[in-house]
């Protein structure tokens, strides 16, 4: 079956520091999709970023990339300069597709980012 | 743009009352997806739709159902609530004939059973 493991369950860093959010996962399938998502205290789900497993280079969104190692089956996520609305929860996802073309997704338990002024 | 939309936002409950939670996808979004996070856990799936026929079943309660209408919005009956069904309910969409990769989530509704 497919796992997401988030070992952190909680991490603090200064301001316009970089940060890293580890993400190991667990899968038999050749083709899968990883994806970071932001969860604030009000709760939405916001999107950040997303990285095929065929995908050569790893994937970048604004402050956010991803350290996607697949033989060591990581998808790290990494925030560049943090600021104070970086503080949340983060959570690792995988796109399971199961026999129709759909897929959901399975979701690790998270990891709260707090940014210290 | 127009992101997904859920309504109630919040909505209280007694036990053994029913919900209807509900949910319209962004446009020209052919795929529905129902989640539920507990308190301080994670996103589990639910039940997912595409063009309007269920497409997959997740850990979803025999007491919950759901389907997707013509004009694709979709919605999670819920009844004999328990107190255990307290939790905040996501739906979100993809398109599947282009980047069908991301799930564009709506703001969820908190429901609350007392």
């Known amino acids: 079956a497919q796992k997401i493991t988030q070992t952190q369950p909680g991490m603090f860093v200064q301001e316009k520091e970089a940060v890293t959010l580890d993400c190991t996962y667990d899968?038999?399938?050749?083709?899968?999709?990883l994806f970071w998502y932001k969860q604030p205290s009000s709760g939405e789900m916001i999107f950040l970023i997303y990285q095929g497993s065929y995908d050569e280079q790893n994937a970048t969104e604004g402050r956010y990339s991803l350290n996607f190692q697949k033989a060591r089956k990581s998808a790290n996520l990494v925030i560049s300069a943090s600021q104070l609305g970086d503080s949340a929860m983060y959570f690792c996802a995988m796109r399971e597709v199961g026999s129709s073309n759909t897929g959901k997704l399975i979701f690790g338990q998270g990891t709260t980012l707090q940014v210290k002024p | 743009a127009a992101g997904v939309i859920q309504s109630p936002r919040h909505l209280i409950k007694e036990k053994r009352e029913t919900a209807t939670l509900k949910c319209y996808p962004i446009?020209?979004?052919?795929?529905v997806y129902w989640y539920q996070q507990g308190p301080g856990q994670d996103p589990q799936f639910l039940i997912s739709f595409y063009e309007k026929m269920q497409s997959d079943k997740g850990s979803i309660p025999d007491r919950f159902s759901a389907q997707q209408f013509s004009d694709y919005h979709s919605e999670l009956n819920m009844s004999s609530l328990e107190l255990g069904d307290s939790a905040l309910y996501f739906c979100?969409?993809?398109?599947?004939?282009?980047?069908?990769?991301?799930?564009?989530f709506g703001p969820g509704t908190r429901l609350t059973v007392t």
């Open positions: 979100a969409s993809s398109a599947t004939e282009k980047r069908p990769y991301e799930q564009y």
């Open positions: 899968t038999s399938d050749q083709s899968y999709g």
């Open positions: 446009p020209r979004h052919d795929t």
